[in-house]
Nanobody, 123 residues
Framework: QVQLVESGGGSVQAGNSLRLSCAAS????????MGWFRQAPGKEREFVAT????????LYLDSVKGRFTISRDTAKKAVWLQMTTVIPEDTAVYYC????????????????WGQGTQVTVSS
């Protein structure tokens, strides 16, 4: 049974940093992607970043490039999203997800989801 558990959310002032963590268990596939999505109030859930578990290639939403970094530790089965220079528009519930097929920046490609963690950025 696949389980994804996020942590690290909270309230932060604009310009500061925050690090989200995702602990994964039950993923036995030979290769897959781990992704971060976010959903702001009244908006659709959107892709933020993804990383290939085996080779570590990454892909980012344009608006977070240069500010967010996704990384993973295959031994710890963990994924992180380092958020820097956050802005109020980054406020959302952030979800960790896993996918065994692409496209990697499409929500419907992801079969497994965590419960989400709230990030609130104040100006």
């Amino acid at each position: 049974q696949v389980q994804l558990v996020e942590s690290g959310g909270g309230s932060v002032q604009a310009g500061n940093s925050l690090r989200l963590s995702c602990a994964a268990s039950g993923l036995t596939f030979s290769n897959y992607n781990m992704g971060w999505f976010r959903q702001a109030p009244g908006k659709e859930r959107e892709f933020v970043a993804t990383i290939n578990w085996r080779i570590g290639t990454t892909l980012y939403l344009d608006s977070v490039k240069g500010r967010f970094t996704i990384s993973r530790d295959t031994a710890k089965k963990a994924v992180w999203l380092q958020m820097t220079t956050v802005i109020p528009e980054d406020t959302a519930v952030y979800y960790c997800a896993a996918s065994v097929h692409g496209p990697w920046n499409v929500r419907s490609s992801y079969d497994y989801w965590g419960q989400g963690t709230q990030v609130t950025v104040s100006s």
